[in-house]
Nanobody, 128 residues
Framework: VQLQAFGGGLVQTGGSLRLSCAAS????????MGWFRQAPGTEREFVAA????????FYADSVKGRFTISRDNAKNTVYLQMNSLKPEDTAVYYC??????????????????????WGQGTQVTVSS
């Protein structure tokens, strides 16, 4: 599956952005989806994930209560609504997909190695 993330940009502290990730695959509903981010000089870190049917979602502690992941299987798209943005949220954000039937166990979704397919990333910059 090919993934294309977009929606990044420059926003002030406290602002909001919504990222989208469009998938090329008609069987999008067969894929668990995740969002990761990577700031310069750091490792890629987990942000949020959602199971294939959207029944379970997982979040990093750093974004819990501020970010919301959702999906629209009819549009082959996953979203990341980001509110109350902070300068430390500045990073390139990547969407990822995996079609392995995963049980809804959070630790499985946190790992970048779980995901077979990655988008190209979209830059999010939060100014102070």
């Amino acid at each position: 599956v090919q993934l294309q993330a977009f929606g990044g940009g420059l926003v002030q502290t406290g602002g909001s952005l919504r990222l989208s990730c469009a998938a090329s695959e008609r069987t999008f509903s067969a894929y668990a989806m995740g969002w990761f981010r990577q700031a310069p000089g750091t490792e890629r870190e987990f942000v949020a994930a959602i199971t294939r049917n959207g029944g379970s979602t997982f979040y990093a502690d750093s974004v819990k209560g501020r970010f919301t992941i959702s999906r629209d299987n009819a549009k082959n798209t996953v979203y990341l609504q980001m509110n109350s943005l902070k300068p430390e949220d500045t990073a390139v954000y990547y969407c990822a997909a995996d079609n392995t039937p995963l049980p809804p166990i959070a630790s499985l979704f946190y790992r970048p190695e779980t995901y077979e397919n990655w988008g190209q990333g979209t830059q999010v910059t939060v100014s102070s």
